[in-house]
């Protein structure tokens, strides 16, 4: 059974940093595309990024560019997202993905916030 | 990035049929986009309905069905039931980028 559990969300203010991470099993994690996916209150879901099976090709929402990394360590079979100057309008439920399939985690909540 | 676009809104008759759809603006929606299909119900996480264009999950009721029509990729609900009644949203693959579209309000009345 396909199983995605994000953690590391929380309340931040303005500018500051969080790193999100999602524990995947069940399924052969460093052969899929993993992405991120969020959704603000009351509004769709939203892609933010993008990584391939190896980490060497990524992917963004341009909005994020430059302030959002995502990476992955197959060994521990991880995938993160690194969150900087955060602003008020990423505040939203992140879901980690598994590409193929459309698995979803349970989600995990950032606000931003001063 | 991309623009993907849904019907706002859509009414369907109990036990009826309704078809909702996905374009591009970058053109016809293909194999290629790798269409799916998601169902979220009020206060409830999004959940996959379909992918691939037509592959379903275990937990994907039979009366939905996804294909392509024309220059965009469709989801059709055969037999509506109240529990359908809920926002349905469209995703597509452009490489390394994904698209939402802004989804169809699903009124079963």
């Known amino acids: 059974e396909v199983q995605l559990v994000e953690s590391g969300g929380g309340t931040v203010q303005p500018g500051g940093s969080l790193r999100l991470s999602c524990a995947a099993s069940?399924?052969?994690?460093?052969?899929?595309?993993m992405s991120w996916v969020r959704q603000a209150p009351g509004k769709g879901p939203e892609w933010v990024a993008k990584?391939?099976?190896?980490?060497?090709?990524?992917g963004y929402l341009d909005s994020v560019k430059g302030r959002f990394t995502i990476s992955r360590d197959n060994a521990k079979n991880s995938l993160y997202l690194q969150m900087d100057n955060l602003r008020v309008e990423d505040t939203a439920i992140y879901y980690c993905?598994?590409?193929?399939?459309?698995?979803w985690g349970q989600g995990t909540l950032v606000s931003v916030s001063s | 990035q991309a623009v993907v676009t849904q019907e706002p809104s859509l009414t369907v008759s109990p036990g009826g049929t309704v078809t909702l759809t996905c374009g591009s603006s970058?053109?016809?929606?293909?194999?290629?986009?790798?269409p799916y299909w998601f169902q979220q119900r009020p206060g409830q996480a999004p959940r996959t309905l379909i992918y691939d264009t037509t592959n379903k999950h275990p937990w994907t009721p039979a009366r939905f069905s996804g294909s392509l029509l024309g220059d965009k990729a469709a989801l059709t609900l055969s037999g509506a039931q109240p529990e359908d009644e809920a926002d349905y949203y469209c995703?597509?693959?452009?490489?390394?980028?994904?698209?939402f579209g802004a989804g169809t309000k699903v009124t079963v009345l």
């Open positions: 970058t053109g016809a929606v293909t194999s290629g986009h790798w």
């Open positions: 995703l597509l693959n452009y490489g390394m980028a994904h698209v």
């Open positions: 993905s598994r590409d193929y399939g459309g698995f």
């Open positions: 990584i391939n099976q190896d980490g060497g090709v990524k």
């Open positions: 069940g399924f052969s994690f460093n052969t899929y595309y």
